[in-house]
T-cell receptor, first 111, second 117 residues
Framework: QKEVEQDPGPLSVPEGAIVSLNCTYS??????FMWYRQYSRKGPELLMY????GNKEDGRFTAQVDKSSKYISLFIRDSQPSDSATYLC???????????FGPGTRLSVLP | EAGVVQSPRYKIIEKKQPVAFWCNPISGHNTLYWYRQNLGQGPELLIRYENEEAVDDSQLPKDRFSAERLKGVDSTLKIQPAELGDSAVYLCASSFGLAGGRSDEQYFGPGTRLTVT
């Protein structure tokens, strides 16, 4: 079993849809949880950064962490074609150690 | 503010040849990371520096890969000799690190796409 697993995708949705992207993990020591967006032929860019369990909202994006279930989610409301990219979850331990990315989910938002 | 700078952007070499990648992190970032990203996969950490010290190089294939970060700023990653399986995108990232009061908000460069033929 991989340390971090992510919905394999690819995922195609119509413009305006609500998108749910998910990751599960096995290491209970993870405390920092991140979502990165990666456009084709670009480096990943940080979207959301959360510590421990709970929700965090930033515009159309909401990150959710459930440490008891070892499950994190990213919701995108009113999705736009410009949201088409690969979304990578990432997580690390309390001092930044064991930083690991999920394999990514490719999202296409169709106009 | 300038982001993480990497060069070259693309490199094509024959197997058994050496290759080097260069990274200039964001000013003030103490922590520097090198990742390798294969097609359709997430980045995998190769090495992490805190200033000039390599604090995590457990995933670096030390028989052919080497890295340095002189003066705690720029860094180079070298492969010698390259193998076909080294074809990938090599990403550099930087962050403030714990000394700056932030943990893992990493900022990535555009990467170097390496093709080994």
């Amino acid at each position: 079993q991989k340390e971090v697993e992510q919905d394999p995708g690819p995922l195609s949705v119509p413009e305006g849809a609500i998108v749910s992207l998910n990751c599960t993990y096995s290491n209970s020591a993870f405390q920092y949880f991140m979502w990165y967006r990666q456009y084709s032929r670009k480096g990943p860019e940080l979207l959301m950064y959360t510590y421990s369990s709970g929700n965090k909202e930033d515009g159309r994006f909401t990150a959710q962490v459930d440490k008891s279930s070892k499950y994190i989610s990213l919701f995108i409301r009113d999705s736009q074609p410009s949201d088409s990219a690969t979304y990578l979850c990432a997580m690390s331990g309390p001092y930044g150690q064991n930083f690991v990315f999920g394999p990514g989910t490719r999202l296409s938002v169709l106009p | 503010e300038a982001g993480v700078v990497q060069s070259p952007r693309y490199k094509i070499i024959e197997k058994k040849q050496p290759v080097a990648f260069w990274c200039n992190p964001i000013s003030g970032h103490n922590t520097l990371y090198w990742y390798r990203q294969n097609l359709g996969q997430g980045p995998e950490l190769l090495i992490r520096y805190e200033n000039e010290e390599a604090v995590d190089d457990s995933q670096l294939p030390k028989d052919r890969f080497s890295a340095e970060r002189l003066k705690g700023v720029d860094s180079t990653l070298k492969i010698q000799p390259a193998e076909l399986g080294d074809s990938a995108v090599y990403l550099c990232a930087s962050s403030f690190g714990l000394a700056g009061g932030r943990s893992d908000e990493q900022y990535f460069g555009p990467g170097t796409r390496l093709t080994v033929t």
